[in-house]
């Protein structure tokens, strides 16, 4: 993915974390993946989002 298309999906992603953080969606967390050495772009961006916002989420254990 170039950095473009990378910025333009981290957009669609976030506008679509706004929509369902607005629609008082419920958000589950499992967690950052251990096997990656540096979290997801878009899980650190959703993260970032959800905290700046004070939105609660409901964390779970991660599927093993």
Do not use: C, V
Not at 23 to 37: A, F, N, S
């Amino acid at each position: 993915m170039t950095p473009k298309e990378m910025g333009t999906a981290l957009g669609r992603n976030e506008k679509w974390l706004n929509s369902k953080m607005k629609e008082g969606y419920k958000i589950y967390d499992i967690g950052h993946d251990p096997i990656r050495e540096i979290p997801s772009p878009f899980y650190a961006r959703e993260k970032s989002m959800i905290q700046q916002k004070g939105y609660s989420t409901i964390e779970l254990s991660r599927p093993k």
